[in-house]
């Protein structure tokens, strides 16, 4: 089996990893963000790759006309979620949710036998206006789709059960056209959780770049430090120690796996004039080993993000938070991200993406081997 594919909504192409392993190969992609589009563009250098937006009514038909001169019979969407998303504000008439309209026209225009819808679970939930009326995007793609693709009937699936360290539940759509008589489904849940102990467990411990204090003072806090960032790049140029501010250093240092900083008595995040700071409980928060990450967003820079805190090692294991402290009082690097999102080592980023991009990708892209399942599972139906 070899098919030919479309990808909108592409970004950095996260989604696409494990396609070629699969005999799947990328000839069109579309992206909007510039600096993402560079990045799609270095991983795949021979795909044709169109920059733009896709509401944009000559884009549109750029994208599409491609496809079809492509002979393009695979398609996977990945739109935006924050509009849908429970982290988002949920808008009623938030324009990126009629995105899907843009997908269905390219099935209808490019009739791929195997189509991939990926989002947040809330797009079942979700309505948008179509013709004058409101209607939930599940029930729209089902109306204008169901005749000709079978669609399949466990779509909300967590990563988490097919070899992603990372807890992240997402509705996947996988549609077979009724050409080619398969029902596609996601395959059995793996027995075996992958954790952050399995994906990052490994790699070297690394101290935070405290970017507000001397020197002098970060060399005092951290003696080896440098040791630690050498051993690190030593891995990979993208295991590198991350930038926090001194006071939230601290209250890390003091704070257990698994917890929170709020529960310290005296090492509590502060603001900079050292007053107690406001925050949910979910914040300032060390992961565990022995479960899987939670939810990798786009803020995993912020230590005062949600649940982005690295697990850490007892360095003092004390239940008396003066004597407490814990190693690696930082959230995750980059290369830590990608092993929890499920990308490889050898992942090819170019060395001029910025980080914040970069955590911003895998933040909101779905983890490849999540991806990779649906794959392996076509395989064993396509070919009976």
């Not at 947040?120 to 004058?132: A, C, Q, R, S, Y």
């Not at 020197?215 to 295991?239: C, D, I, M, N, Q």
Request: hydrophobic share 35%; proline share 6%; with cysteine.
């Amino acid at each position: 089996m070899e098919l030919r594919a479309l990808s909108m909504f592409a970004s950095a192409g996260i989604a696409e990893t494990y396609f070629e392993k699969h005999n799947i190969i990328v000839r069109v992609a579309s992206e909007l963000l510039p600096e993402r589009v560079e990045i799609y563009r270095h991983l795949y250098p021979k795909v044709n790759m169109i920059e733009g937006d896709i509401t944009n009514e000559a884009i549109f038909e750029k994208v599409v006309s491609t496809a079809v001169d492509e002979k393009c019979n695979f398609l996977i969407a990945t739109p935006p979620c924050q509009g849908m998303s429970t982290a988002g504000k949920q808008l009623k008439d938030d324009p990126r949710n009629r995105l899907i309209i843009q997908v269905v026209e390219a099935i209808k225009r490019v009739k791929p036998l195997f189509v991939i819808i990926e989002n947040v679970p809330e797009i079942l939930h979700t309505k948008i206006e179509v013709d004058g009326e409101w209607i939930l995007i599940d029930e729209y793609l089902k109306s204008e789709l169901g005749n000709e693709y079978c669609f399949n009937k466990n779509r909300v699936v967590n990563a988490m059960h097919y070899g992603v360290a990372q807890s992240r539940e997402r509705c996947v759509y996988l549609l077979a056209h009724v050409s080619t008589g398969i029902h596609w489904e996601f395959p059995e849940k793996t027995g075996k959780v992958t954790t952050m102990r399995d994906a990052i467990g490994d790699l070297p411990s690394l101290d935070p770049d405290v970017t507000d204090v001397s020197e002098t003072t970060k060399l005092e806090l951290f003696p080896e430090y440098y040791e630690k960032k050498a051993r690190g790049l030593a891995v990979s140029p993208w295991h590198y120690p991350p930038k926090h501010k001194y006071r939230h250093v601290i209250a890390m240092m003091h704070t257990a796996e698994g917890c929170t900083a709020w529960n310290n008595e005296k090492y509590y995040p502060t603001l900079a004039d050292g007053s107690k700071s406001k925050g949910y409980k979910n914040t300032y928060k060390r992961q565990w080993w022995d479960k899987p990450a939670y939810t990798v967003t786009k803020y995993t820079s912020r230590i005062g993000s949600q649940e982005n805190g690295h697990p850490g090692r007892p360095i003092v294991d004390s239940s008396n938070e003066e004597e407490r402290l814990w190693s690696d009082a930082r959230v995750l690097s980059i290369f830590e991200l990608m092993r929890v999102t499920s990308l490889p080592d050898d992942w090819n980023i170019p060395s001029w993406a910025s980080s914040n991009v970069l955590r911003e990708i895998m933040g909101e892209g779905v983890p490849p081997r999540l991806i990779e399942a649906a794959l392996i599972s076509l395989e064993q139906v396509y070919e009976q």
